[in-house]
Nanobody, 126 residues
Framework: QVQLVESGGGLVQAGGSLRLSCTAS????????MGWFRQVPGKERETVAAISGNGDATFIQYSMSDRFAISKDNAKNTAYLQMNKLRPEDTALYSC???????????????????WGRGTQVTVAS
């Protein structure tokens, strides 16, 4: 069983930055494909970013690709989501997910993930 704990959310002014962290326990992160998703009440969950087990393959949602970046430190069993130039429309609950995968496996679809964190709230004030 894998547990995921997110941190780094909070309230930030528009144009500011936040770095979210997702730390996995129960399995080495090098064996896990990981992803970040966000959801606003009443709207569908949206894929933000994904990264492979070895960290070499990444995906960023096109609409965020000039502002967000995903990375991974397998020595710390942690994936990160760096968010820059934040906008009020980025306000959401950001959740981390993981699933066992091959080292280069990159998974962007939420239903394929097996393990989920509780999420961290990001609020961007205008």
């Amino acid at each position: 069983q894998v547990q995921l704990v997110e941190s780094g959310g909070g309230l930030v002014q528009a144009g500011g930055s936040l770095r979210l962290s997702c730390t996995a326990s129960g399995r080495a992160a090098s064996n896990l494909a990981m992803g970040w998703f966000r959801q606003v009440p009443g709207k569908e969950r949206e894929t933000v970013a994904a990264i492979s087990g070895n960290g070499d393959a990444t995906f960023i949602q096109y609409s965020m690709s000039d502002r967000f970046a995903i990375s991974k430190d397998n020595a710390k069993n942690t994936a990160y989501l760096q968010m820059n130039k934040l906008r009020p429309e980025d306000t959401a609950l950001y959740s981390c997910a993981a699933v066992e995968a091959t080292p280069m496996g990159l998974i962007t679809q939420a239903p394929r993930y097996r393990y989920w964190g509780r999420g961290t709230q990001v609020t961007v004030a205008s």
